[in-house]
């Protein structure tokens, strides 16, 4: 096992709090649609696939391309109504991301989002230029094809055994999997524990701060190795 020199991050309900609104304009877009409400469990169970995906999957009734586009047109108006503010970022994200920063660790977000969301949210962390390389689901594969994960790779120069997958659903997992690289679960974000350990992720975090302990065990754990 190499240093893990490249941390990947998924965005909503990892970096940033904002399920609760994901789901409240999903149901907010059902109502304009004229379709049922689905519970939240399901709503969640789909967060991190790219919107066309998680549409189709909660509403098979929506058949061809043009209707789904007009759901994710009245979704993606609701969201931005409930987003005038962006969702706050989880406590010790900023900080800690920075402790990586000046410990010299790449950084990179592979979201289900879209270019222009997750563009948007950037700006308003004034982070545009903070992360070495983000990927959006709208700009190559969906989740959990491991296609993102690839390409952030190629861009870093890094092989998948130096770098890790962060995330709170089984998309993450799944396609960190794919792409032959660890994963970490978070417990706080759209998806229940007991579903993300199904998926064998190298460490489930019920905090963001638990990161960092677990970064400096695994790199301590390869020095070790090295001068053993």
């Not at 903070?130 to 190629?154: G, V």
């Not at 962060?166 to 970490?184: E, N, Y």
């Not at 974000?189 to 990161?211: D, K, T």
């Amino acid at each position: 096992m190499s240093n893990c020199e490249l941390l990947i991050f998924d965005w909503d309900g990892t970096l940033a709090d904002s399920i609760g609104r994901i789901v409240q304009a999903m149901h907010q877009a059902a109502d304009a649609c004229d379709l049922p409400r689905l519970d939240d469990a399901a709503v969640k169970g789909i967060i991190g696939l790219a919107l066309p995906e998680a549409i189709a999957h909660l509403y098979p009734q929506l058949t061809g391309a043009a209707s789904i586009e007009v759901f994710r047109q009245r979704y993606s108006e609701q969201y931005l109504a409930l987003e005038h503010q962006p969702s706050p970022l989880f406590p010790g994200v900023v900080e800690l991301l920075a402790k990586f920063r000046e410990q010299g660790l790449l950084l990179a977000v592979a979201t289900g989002k879209s270019r222009r969301g997750l563009d948007r949210v950037l700006a308003a962390h004034r982070w545009e230029d903070y992360f070495d390389i983000t990927r959006c689901a709208d700009e190559t594969a969906s989740k959990p094809d491991p296609l993102m994960l690839d390409e952030i790779l190629a861009h870093c120069g890094k092989r998948s055994d130096q770098a890790v997958m962060i995330g709170d659903s089984i998309f993450d997992l799944q396609m960190a999997q794919r792409a032959g690289m660890d994963a970490i679960a978070v417990s706080y974000g759209a998806q229940a524990p007991e579903v993300l350990a199904l998926h064998s992720p190298q460490r489930m975090i019920n905090r963001f701060e638990e990161l960092s302990g677990w970064l400096a065990a695994r790199n301590a754990s390869e020095v070790e190795c090295y001068v053993g």
